[in-house]
């Protein structure tokens, strides 16, 4: 469930239309009994993905009538989220997708920046996200060894959205 929130937000930004969330859906129906929710929120808190989570499955249930329990909603819900991001996501997944055709914000940095130890940091803090985030993204656990076999797919994620934009 991480995963496939993660992915809509922070690998799609919102912009692959409703698919991701129809996806998530879906997987709640099929696997509602035995998801433990508590764990879900935990973990989205602890490891930095506590707003991509909660707007996707916001989305999700808005959406595609996902079964999200609204407890859940509300312990997820950040108390510093701007009023007005759920609606650009919104309108991000059902409208133009002229936000994902803009510039991402590491890439214009990378290009705004004129000294190459500048350029290498933006790179490296890019692909080699920290091991928590990778481990939700990858779902493997953050002290196996398999983590470092993440690291070269998410450098191949970044040239993808690089390269699809």
Known sequence: MLHLCLHASYTHSFAFGLRNFCDIAAAIDRL?????WSTIATRACDH?????????????LELAGA????????????ADLPGTI??????QVLGEKKFAASVPEPLAQLCK??????????????????????ALLHSVPEDSLRIY???????CDCYATTEAR
């Open 32 to 36: 509602g009994p035995v998801l433990d």
């Open 48 to 60: 930095g993905g506590r707003r991509g989570v909660y707007l996707a499955l916001r989305l999700a």
């Open 67 to 78: 079964s999200v329990p609204l407890d859940i909603l509300e312990r997820l819900h950040p």
């Open 86 to 91: 759920l609606e650009t996501a919104r309108i």
């Open 113 to 134: 920046s004129r000294r190459v130890r500048d350029k290498f940091r933006i790179f490296w803090r890019r692909v080699f996200l920290p091991r928590t985030i990778i």
């Open 149 to 155: 076999t993440c690291y070269p797919r998410r450098f």
